[in-house]
């Protein structure tokens, strides 16, 4: 004889039968979220280490500009080089950085400073030398600042 | 029909400045003897930009932009006649950008 309450007669059958599943259901989710959150500190570890090298890069380039700009042209087709394959490699980094997080869409400010790098009279035969207080050096600067300090909001924004 | 022009393989690696008074391989050189030619006999033609040391902004500028501004090109037939190609993602934006601002027989942007 079943005194119990009715729902029960139907509940541990059902019960018995589900219990198992849920314990799978619980240990699927759990892995899933562990398994993000691995997955989430280990991205923000490699945007971390790009976006480091990205502001080194970008500081190594902004004193070849200084330098360049600082000679005559007669003088300063090596630095020119120089400033336009560490802008290259710049450049594949911030794509690589993209690829890895397309909320760090760089490419508008990247040209704003390449442009203040390597507009003007850059490799003209005709530029003469800059003084230190020029105010291209400002506009390439200021450019650089830009630049990083987009990247930090943009990682602080997506990663802290 | 398509003509593909590799500015490393067909024009140079080293690609330096905005006149040819500046040195060879000069933006203006590359767009008076290989672009603009090719986009006169040509439906369309893609650029690859792949394979150089690197590009300033003043041989950009006078390259693409000088299309419309001393060619007679203009921004909107250029946005179908030509393709650009780059494994970086900032470079065709930024030659965009120098076709859009260049005004026909005008200053430089």
Do not use: C
């Not at chain 1, 923000?44 to 500009?65: D, F, G, H, P, Q």
């Not at chain 1, 830009?146 to 990247?151: F, N, P, Q, W």
């Not at chain 2, 150089?52 to 001393?70: D, K, M, N, P, T």
Request: net charge positive.
């Amino acid at each position: 004889m079943n005194n119990g309450p009715a729902w029960a007669t139907w509940l541990v059958p059902v019960a018995q039968v589900l219990g198992p599943a849920i314990g799978w259901i619980v240990l699927i989710i759990g892995w899933h979220v562990i398994s993000r959150g691995n997955d989430r500190r280990e991205r923000r570890k490699e945007v971390r280490a790009l976006l480091n090298e990205i502001r080194s890069a970008i500081l190594k380039v902004e004193e070849e500009a200084y330098e360049y700009y600082g000679l005559h042209a007669q003088v300063s087709q090596k630095s020119a080089r120089n400033i336009k394959r560490d802008l290259k490699h710049l450049a594949g980094m911030i794509t690589t950085l993209s690829s890895l997080d397309p909320k760090f869409d760089l490419d508008s400010l990247f040209n704003e400073y390449r442009q203040n790098l390597t507009g003007h009279d850059f490799e003209s035969a005709a530029r003469s030398e800059r003084l230190p207080n020029d105010g291209l050096f400002v506009e390439i600067s200021e450019s650089a600042v830009k630049l990083t300090s987009a990247m930090e909001k943009m990682f602080e924004k997506s990663y802290s | 029909m398509s003509k593909t022009i590799s500015i490393a393989r067909d024009f140079s690696r080293f690609p330096a400045g905005r006149y040819r008074a500046d040195g060879p391989f000069s933006g203006e050189q590359f767009r008076d003897d290989k672009l603009a030619p090719a986009l006169s006999q040509n439906p369309k033609v893609i650029v690859d930009l792949d394979g150089a040391l690197g590009y300033g902004s003043s041989f950009l500028e006078e390259a693409f932009g000088g299309l419309v501004r001393e060619k007679g090109f203009r921004a909107e037939d250029l946005q179908t006649k030509l393709e650009l190609r780059s494994s970086e993602s900032s470079l065709p934006k930024e030659i965009w950008g120098y076709i859009r601002n260049a005004r026909a027989n005008g200053k430089r942007a």
